[in-house]
C-alpha cells in the first residue's frame, strides 16, 4: 500500500472513531493503533493475574468463612478478567503464548501497586476499597472505548467489581469499629496503600507520554490527574466516615473548586517499583513464572488426552 | 506439545432467548471449553446453556467486502412497512 492510500485509510479511520463508531477486529486499523491496543489490553490482563497474587496470601488466614468465600470469589473474578481481557487482546492478532512470554520476561509490565507486601488481614480491606476503588475509576471510562472488544471486555469488569470494593471497604469498617488494636490495623493498611493507590492512576499529565494519542483513540476518556482527583475526592469522605484518618497532612479540602488539595507524590519511588525495584516484584514474576512451568505437563497431558480422543473417533467413522 | 486451541463461547441467558456470543477461552477439547466457559462466563449466573466452537471453524465476512454485500439493501426501502403512504383513517396497519 502507498504512503498516499495509508495516509487517505488513517483519515477515514480517524473520523469513524470521532462519529463514535467502534472498531472491530477484522477492521483495517493503522498499526500503531493495534500497538498500542495490545500494550494496554495486556498491561490489563497481566495486572489482573499478577493481582491474585497479593490477595491469595490471606486466604487460608481469612478470619472467617464469609471471609474466606467472599476472598475466594474475587479472586476468582480476578482470573475471569485477565481472561476476558487476554481473549480481546488475541483478537489484535497476537497469541496467548505470546502475551505471556511478555509478562515472564519482563517485557510487558503490570500495575505497579501489585509489587507491594500484604502484611495483615487489614490489607485485605485496603486493596479492596482503594486499589479496585481507583480501578473502577479507571475502568468506567473504557467501557466507551474505540475497541469494541476491549469496551465489552470493560463492561463485564466493571459490573462485577463493585463488589470487590464494597467487600473491602465492609473489612475495613469493621475492623475500624472494632478494637483500638483492629482499628490500628485498618490505619497501618490505609497508611500504607494510600500513596500507592494515588500512583496507581499513572504519572502526572505532564509526564504522561500517550495521553494525547489516547484520548483521540478513546483509550482514554479522561487525563491521569482528572482521575485521581476523582479518586481524592471520592474516598476522603469513605475514610472519615469510618474514623480513619489520610495519611497527608497536607490535605484539605477547598471550599471554592469543592476539590480535596492534597501533597506531593513520590514520583521517584513508583518509577523505582515500575522499574522493578518495588518490594515485590521478582516475588510476584517468579510465582508466576513457576506456576506456568510447573504446570506444563498438565497442559501437554490434556493435549495429549484430547489427540487421543480424536484419533479415536476418527477411527471409529472409518 | 501443540497449545490448547481457542474456542468461540455462546450463551443463552434465559429460555426465549438466543445464544449470545461473550468471549473466547483456551481448552484442550470441547469438554474442558464447556466447563472453562461455565467458570469464566457463568459465575452470576449469566446463561442457562453453553455452546463452544473451535475458533477455527468459523468463517467470517470480511469488513472489505462491506459494501458489496450489504449497500444493496439501502435501496430497497419498499421492504418496509413505511414506504408505503396510506389513508389516516386507517389507524393500525
Known amino acids: 500500500m502507498s504512503e498516499h492510500e495509508v495516509k487517505n485509510l488513517e483519515e477515514i479511520f480517524d473520523a469513524r472513531i470521532a462519529r463514535d463508531e467502534k472498531i472491530e477486529p477484522k477492521d483495517w486499523m493503522p498499526e500503531k493503533y493495534r500497538q498500542t491496543h495490545i500494550r494496554q489490553i495486556s498491561q490489563h490482563a497481566h495486572s489482573e493475574i499478577v493481582g491474585m497474587l497479593p ?48 509478562l515472564h520476561s519482563g517485557k510487558a509490565k503490570y500495575s505497579s501497586i501489585f509489587n507491594y507486601p500484604t502484611l495483615t488481614w487489614a490489607d485485605m480491606g485496603a486493596i479492596g476499597w482503594l486499589v479496585d476503588g481507583a480501578a473502577i475509576i479507571n475502568q468506567v471510562p473504557l467501557t466507551t472505548t ?88 471520592q474516598t476522603v469522605p469513605q475514610a472519615h466516615m469510618i474514623g480513619l484518618t489520610i495519611p497527608d497532612p497536607t490535605l ?43 504446570g506444563k505437563w498438565v497442559r501437554d497431558a490434556a493435549m495429549a488426552y484430547a489427540e487421543k480422543q480424536a484419533n479415536k473417533e476418527v477411527k471409529q467413522a472409518i | ?42 459465575r452470576r449466573m449469566e446463561g442457562v446453556s453453553i455452546w463452544v466452537v473451535p475458533s477455527a471453524q468459523i468463517t467470517a465476512s470480511n469488513p472489505e467486502d462491506s459494501a458489496e454485500l450489504f449497500d444493496p439493501a439501502k435501496d430497497k426501502a419498499y421492504r418496509h412497512p413505511t414506504f408505503y403512504e396510506l389513508p389516516d383513517e386507517l389507524k393500525h396497519m
Not at chain 1, 63 to 74: D, E, G, H, I
Not at chain 1, 147 to 169: D, L, T
Not at chain 1, 175 to 182: I, V
Not at chain 1, 257 to 282: A, R, S
Request: aromatic share 10%; charged share 25%; proline share 3%.
Open chain 2, 1 to 42: 506439545m501443540k497449545n490448547w486451541p481457542l474456542w468461540e463461547v455462546f450463551i443463552r441467558s434465559k429460555n426465549g432467548l438466543e445464544h449470545r456470543h461473550c468471549g473466547s477461552l483456551h481448552a484442550s477439547d470441547a469438554t474442558m471449553a464447556l466447563e472453562n466457559a461455565r467458570d469464566v462466563y457463568t
Open chain 1, 146 to 233: 474505540s475497541f469494541g472488544p476491549y469496551a465489552r471486555a470493560m463492561v463485564r469488569v466493571c459490573k462485577e467489581e463493585s463488589f470487590h470494593q464494597r467487600q473491602g471497604f465492609q473489612i475495613m469498617m469493621t475492623l475500624a469499629e472494632g478494637t483500638p488494636e483492629q482499628k490500628e490495623m485498618a490505619q497501618d493498611a490505609l497508611n500504607r496503600w494510600w500513596f500507592p493507590s494515588l500512583m496507581m492512576l499513572g504519572p502526572t499529565d505532564a509526564a504522561s507520554v500517550h495521553t494525547e494519542q489516547s484520548m483521540k483513540w478513546k483509550l482514554k476518556r479522561k487525563t491521569n490527574d482528572e482521575l485521581r482527583q476523582q479518586f481524592v475526592d
Open chain 1, 55 to 102: 490477595e491469595g496470601n490471606w486466604i487460608t488466614r481469612a478470619p472467617s468463612l464469609k471471609r474466606k468465600v467472599a476472598l475466594l470469589a474475587k479472586i476468582q473474578d480476578e482470573a475471569g478478567h485477565g481472561l476476558y481481557l487476554y481473549s480481546a487482546c488475541e483478537t489484535l492478532g497476537i497469541s496467548r503464548e505470546e502475551l505471556y512470554d511478555q
Open chain 1, 252 to 294: 484539605k479540602f477547598n471550599e471554592e473548586t469543592k476539590h480535596y488539595e492534597f501533597g506531593e507524590l513520590d514520583w521517584d519511588e513508583f518509577w523505582q517499583v515500575v522499574k522493578g525495584h518495588g518490594p515485590c516484584n521478582k516475588e510476584r514474576i517468579s510465582a508466576r513464572v513457576n506456576a506456568w512451568n510447573n
